[in-house]
């Protein structure tokens, strides 16, 4: 299969072949992995039970699946990813803040897959064989699912495609055995190892486990859906079509997972640490499924991951290929599985990680959302490559290539935002009012709404555009 030439240039509607299935099939199966499954860990070491944790999951998945889903319906219109398409808002320049927002959300769900990928993988093999869970171990694990990582996400869409066909039904199966192997140990109580409420009382705890586990989940494709729906043709597929395969592989590839993850975690009594307690209470004969899932899965999400973040980044810095971006992402990425590894606690480092992204990374979505619904999904794609082509001008130059309304707007609720979170080490001042419940993203998406809608009605036109304005013309 050739390598992916297309970078985050408009696609031609002969090469947009992919259908709804295929939608489907990415995102279902490039998210049956353990770095999807561990976030179904976070609710019972913050110290709910089953029931809590279950529902807490369900409703953050359900309501920010509805919220992301639309997204998906934005590459579909534009034939490129969803950050180059926020240029109809931010401007042209001002969309680095979604590849930046993009960039960064990639990044941490790699270095997540992977580093629980490589801890569960070292586990097994020691219990299997006898290899010493030392530095050196784990850091030639890490190098490896690291190394296979970039091969798929260098050679591009098609392979990942095509893994995740294969994935689909491989990692359900591992899936359905692992019920069957750590059945037995099941429990519906709260683990007593995880000390009681993490926030003191049954309803902070299950609003923070329904931002961190639940709602955490669509978030992250925030970003990542127009990856994968700008090679699908508007031309034969409707848009509700895309809407209901988006929604399906969302709900069913972090439900699925997720919960599989909260099951475990009550079978293992992993309250504090979920790699290990998961190795240890498995039967012998699950820990060659279980090394499978670690691998196999790991390097397939974690591709899809890295692929996303080469686009971001070649849109960044558009004289970089996207192979060459892909490969630097990579590096910085490897990086921060071993900063993770060695110098970060699980349960603190992804609360803080989810919690502080979701914050910052909900109002672009909530502005690039209402700029879809002002412009009825019509899109000058022309004008959305100005800067990808070092050029000026088009209907979406505005001041200097930003639209300094939708960027303040942007900025001011991912301000709020950050003011408003709850991390393990840190507590915005804005929790006094909200009775230290974390809402960050609520709030973050409110203000960037809010002051994006309150544009006054002159300014408006200017914000969308007009896609008969003024022609691109190349820099001198």
Known sequence: MPMEQRGVDTIPDEERTSTPRDL??????????????????????????????????VVGTVVGTLFTAPLALVSLRTATNLSTSSGAQFGVRGRLVGSIVGLLLALGYTALTVWIGGDVTVRVLERLFGLPASGLSYGLVYALLAAAT?????????????????????????????????????????????????????WPTWVLATVAAGLSGPIA???????????????????????????????????????FGTFTAYAARA?????????????????????????????????????????????ILPRASRARATCAVAVVATACVFVGHFAWEAQAAMTSFVLLLTAIGT????????????CGGVYDAE??????????????????????????????????????????SYEGPLLALTGGVDVSFLLSGAVGALAYLLIPVRARAAVEGDSGAARATAEV
């Open 363 to 374: 109002p672009w979505a909530v502005i690039t959302l209402i700029g879809f619904v002002r």
């Open 221 to 259: 494709f925030i970003t990542l859906l127009g990856d994968y729906t700008r090679y699908i043709s508007p031309a034969r597929h409707s848009s509700r079509r895309v809407l209901r395969a988006t929604w399906l592989g969302l709900m069913l590839g972090l439900l699925v997972p997720q919960l």
């Open 24 to 57: 489907v099939s990415i995102l279902l199966g490039s998210n049956l992995c353990l770095g999807v499954i561990v976030f179904g860990w976070l609710p019972p070491s913050f110290g709910l039970d089953w029931w809590g944790s279950v529902s807490a999951i």
């Open 271 to 315: 309250a504090l640490d979920y790699a290990g307690p998961l190795v240890t209470a498995s039967p012998t004969w699950y820990l060659i499924p279980l090394l499978l899932a670690a691998s196999a899965g790991s390097v397939g999400n974690a591709g899809l991951m890295l692929y996303s973040m080469g686009l971001d980044l070649d849109a």
């Open 150 to 202: 970039v091969a798929g996400a260098v050679y591009g869409y098609r392979v990942l495609l095509a893994m995740s066909r294969v994935l689909a039904f491989a990692m359900t199966g591992l899936l359905v055995l692992g019920l069957v192997a750590y059945a037995p140990d099941f429990t519906t109580g709260a683990l007593p190892e995880a000390g009681g409420y993490l926030l003191g009382g049954f």
């Open 383 to 424: 004008a959305l490559q100005v800067y990808n082509r070092r050029a000026r001008g088009g209907a979406y130059w505005y001041r200097g290539g930003w639209n300094v309304a939708a960027s303040v707007s942007w900025a001011l609720g991912a301000f709020v935002g950050v003011l408003a979170v709850s991390l393990p």
